[in-house]
């Protein structure tokens, strides 16, 4: 893999710069991640923090609404922003001469949001999250299973016991004095991370940097994270049958899991390819392949840094087959990796990890959020450069170890969808 | 807090060009297009087939699909579980996409691995296993997949659209991948014979992008890739004949929707239209860009809807032309009314310059974004087999991008765009709306179920 350089340095209101110039094709990334996701959300206003994301789009001191997407469309750029429960990231890629504009853009933002808001600009984005709540979670089939993983992995009064979209009764509570609130505390220089990868002079970059964002103070106030601390294991099982609109019997299993920035997540993180990424993959061929029980399977790990992660899997019954027999073959796979992982399978999971972290890092865009990324969560940006080698040194024994700690059945659980008919 | 209240103004932008490529054609018959790109750590290969939906014979709808999702399980050599461990060993995904116009067998892979991973490549498409098991494994999941999507709200609405435009017969009213019927009676020999017959038909190509130093494309597509046959990437033409009626509100009932899922549209234009620019440029202004007339309306003014968006879907023979969204489901007839009233306006008024603008700036700005990745790349000159444009194409159509007016756009519009005909398709809880819908004055409401 090719070494990406870069600098890494501050401005005098905190504003943590990185730069990378990569001249291969005139385009740049503007990146940035503001340290404030949901769960840094007050009391009774889940969805928040998604919910400001938007905002952020609708106009500032010197950008009227709608302004901050037409100027970018118009510079052939990309953008968008997402809110996650650790983070909320903005992101914009342009041809490189635009990078200026990226620039005053996000610091019109970042400085002037507050001249920008109204109570017409909150009404109407708080129609358009709860039109994409509707959308994503209540119209969709299966779609409440990753808010129900939140509530029952999490006790209550976790930072991570609900999820980013948030409820319809707090997002109708949020006021603009809430707007105001969380913008003073959260969205000041020294909380954020700003990243440009690209086609660009370092030089140039930074007095464009300075000039736009050095008249943004600091906000010496911002309160430290939320405490995530529980404990390494739920502690027992937990089971939810779900009636909904689906045709299909389908479940989601949670199990909380080691805190991101641990070896012990990179371990499971291997542990999550060897049993249910790609078609090698031991859920694959057991509940697909041999058994013919399942229609698809899949595993995935949500990485969160305060405290614990949670670790996914998930499985679609073939029409006929009960899903207790998916279900009972399915915990069988997971109990087996205690009993060790083989070289070719270890082999196997490490090329996928290789194309996968190559793909995270091939377009200016991709590089420029794992600046950010690593640099937010870990105050290390050159993370973009070791991430891969230090998924590939996790042995077959951390990753067996691992498995046997976090896929057991007093720290699991087990969300089942079932067609409404048959509730 | 001090801000520069002045907004930057930009240099020009550094020239760019659509990547150099070459065209050979090597001795087996296989047409080869490579595009080099040093230093990227990832490259990808497309094999282009004229095997696209419309080619399956009109009882097998869905055969070209159940024939790429049996490519990966197996070749003569290897079984499931070797070819499994091989090809992710290697960080190499291999799978096959169909489309109305083709199907494409796909490569990614670590630029380190490239040469192992074309012959791989070579192995699943030219000597698949196709076993009985296997097949039959895969018809049911497939029987499986179309009956979930009966429970999801835009795969409904698409299916409803395809059967609104075009007649029972049209290649393009069959669902891409069939439906229950017709992938019920597939099997084993059925994807075997089509995928060969297609193999024989006619000649392909193979797309290679990334940092090919030291790869022997063309001596790995003489000795892997097996013959191929000179005839031309040209089936004949499908049936694509429309449905006839006016304008008419098709409602499918999903009770217990909180949202009603929109597509509003009728038959479009062909890939090959004189004004593919200028119509999809208009598109682009009425649903395409974040500040399209649609998202506008619909979103930032009234806030009925996540997203709303239209284009024309330009295939070989025909095409479609569509606007979609999901809107809540109290205001569902009256975001129908809005989307259709900035859809009517778009065809009687055209768009004018400063609408035009920024979406004409950005297609023209975009290029070098949208061709970032060698993935990207080998997808657009797998695009240009397809539709058979020249080899200059992605630079000449950036200009022509670039000179498109308000009256090339406008007259797009009035040619292409039909108020009158639109079929309202609506996918939600009728008992909730199907009042509403029918005190509009949009057209008769007719229950359909799918």
């Known amino acids: 893999m090719p070494e990406f350089a870069f600098s890494d340095e501050r401005l005098d209101n905190g504003l943590r710069l990185i730069l990378s110039e990569d001249h291969t094709a005139p385009v740049a990334a503007v990146n940035l991640w503001y340290d404030v996701g949901s769960r840094h959300e007050p009391e009774g206003r889940t969805g928040f923090a998604h919910l400001f994301e938007h905002l952020m789009f609708e106009g500032s001191r010197n950008v009227k609404k709608g302004e901050h997407f037409a100027l970018v469309e118009a510079a052939g750029g990309t953008l968008n922003a997402t809110t996650w429960c650790d983070r909320t990231n903005y992101f914009d890629t342009a041809p490189s001469n635009h990078i200026e504009l990226l620039l005053w853009l996000e610091a019109d933002r970042m400085g002037g949001l507050l001249d920008g808001i109204s109570q017409e600009t909150l009404d109407n984005q708080r129609d358009v999250v709860k039109n994409e709540r509707r959308q994503r979670f209540d119209n969709a089939p299966y779609g409440t299973w990753s808010e129900k993983l939140h509530w029952t992995v999490f006790p209550p009064g976790h930072p991570y016991h609900h999820a980013t979209i948030g409820s319809m009764e707090h997002l109708d509570a949020a006021s603009l004095d809430d707007v105001r609130a969380f913008f003073r505390r959260y969205y000041a220089p020294n909380n954020a991370v700003l990243t440009i990868v690209g086609d660009f002079e370092s030089d140039q970059a930074r007095s464009w940097v300075e000039k736009y964002f050095g008249g943004i103070p600091r906000n010496d106030d911002i309160p430290p994270p939320p405490d995530g601390t529980v404990e390494p294991v739920i502690g027992q099982e937990i089971r939810e049958t779900v009636p909904d609109k689906v045709q299909l019997e389908k479940f989601f299993v949670g199990y909380r899991a080691p805190a991101y920035g641990t070896a012990d997540l990179d371990a499971l993180i291997m542990a999550i390819i060897v049993a249910g990424q790609g078609r090698g993959a031991r ?8 058994k013919q029980l399942a229609k698809d399977v899949d595993a995935n790990p949500w990485p969160f840094v305060g405290g614990a992660s949670v670790a996914i899997a998930t499985a679609t019954a073939r029409k006929g087959v009960p899903v207790a027999d998916v279900e009972a073959a399915f915990h069988d796979v997971m109990a087996g990796l205690a009993d060790g992982i083989t070289d070719e399978e270890m082999a196997r999971a490490r090329g996928m990890v290789e194309r996968y972290e190559l793909m995270q890092l091939q377009a200016v865009s991709d590089r420029a959020d794992a600046f950010s990324e690593y640099a937010t969560l870990f105050d290390d940006p050159a993370m973009v450069n070791r991430r891969l080698d230090m998924l590939l040194a996790v042995d077959a024994d951390h990753v067996r170890k691992v498995a046997a700690d976090v896929f057991t059945n007093t720290n699991r659980v087990v969300l089942t969808y079932v067609p409404q008919e048959a509730s | 807090v001090t801000l520069v209240d002045q907004r930057p103004s930009s240099a020009p932008p550094r020239p760019w060009k659509f990547p150099a490529f070459e065209r050979l054609r090597v001795d087996s018959g296989l047409h080869l297009i490579l595009c080099h790109l040093p230093g990227r750590p990832l490259a990808a290969a497309r094999l282009v087939l004229d095997a696209g939906g419309t080619t399956e014979p009109a009882d097998q709808a869905g055969v070209g699909l159940l024939a790429t999702r049996a490519l990966p399980e197996g070749t003569e050599d290897l079984d499931a579980h070797r070819l499994a461990e091989t090809m992710e060993g290697m960080g190499a995904e291999i799978r096959g996409e169909v489309s109305y116009d083709s199907m494409q067998i796909r490569l990614d892979v670590p630029a380190s691995r490239l040469a192992a991973g074309l012959e791989l490549m070579a192995d699943v498409a030219r000597r698949p296993a196709f076993k009985d098991v296997d097949v039959d494994r895969l018809r049911k999941e497939r029987l499986d997949q179309l009956s979930q999507e009966r429970s999801v709200p835009e795969a409904l609405a698409s299916k409803a659209f395809e059967r609104s435009v075009f007649v029972p017969e049209a290649a393009y009213a069959r669902s891409l991948g069939g439906d229950e019927t017709s992938v019920g009676h597939l099997d084993r020999d059925k994807v075997e014979a089509f995928y060969r017959s297609r193999l024989e038909a006619s000649a392909a190509t193979l797309v290679v992008v990334g940092d090919l130093t030291g790869v022997d494309v063309a001596g790995i597509a003489e000795r892997s890739f097996g ?18 009626a006016g304008r008419r509100i098709v409602l499918v009932d999903r009770p217990g929707s909180v949202q009603s899922a929109l597509a509003i549209g009728h038959a479009g234009p062909s890939r090959r239209t004189p004004d593919y620019v200028a119509a999809g440029t208009m598109a682009m202004c009425l649903g395409g860009v974040f500040g399209s007339r649609l998202n506008m309306k619909l979103r930032e003014e009234k806030g009925y809807t996540y997203g709303a968006f239209a284009g024309f879907d330009f295939r070989r023979h025909g095409g479609t032309f569509a606007a979609r969204s999901a809107v809540q489901t109290d205001v569902t007839a009256d975001a129908i009314v809005d989307a259709v009233g900035e859809i009517a306006r778009t065809a009687e008024g055209g768009i004018p310059e400063d609408e035009l603008a920024p979406v004409r700036e950005y297609r023209v700005g975009v290029f070098p974004i949208a061709y970032e990745r060698p993935a990207a ?15 200059g194409w992605f630079d000449s159509v950036r200009d022509e991008l670039g000179a498109t007016t308000s009256e090339h756009v406008s007259m797009a519009a009035a040619r292409h765009i039909k108020p009158d005909s639109l079929a309202v398709v609506v996918v ?21 179920t799918v």
């Open chain 1, 283 to 290: 859920l694959h061929r057991s509940l697909v392949l041999d």
């Open chain 2, 227 to 244: 013959a191929w046959p000179v005839g031309p990437f040209d089936a004949p033409s499908p049936n694509v004949d429309t449905v006839d």
């Open chain 2, 377 to 391: 790349v080998a997808i657009g000159l797998a695009d240009m087999v397809v539709h058979d444009l020249p080899d």
């Open chain 2, 428 to 448: 939600g809880d009728a008992s909730r709306i199907a009042d509403a819908l029918a005190a509009t004055d949009l057209g008769p409401v007719e229950p359909l």
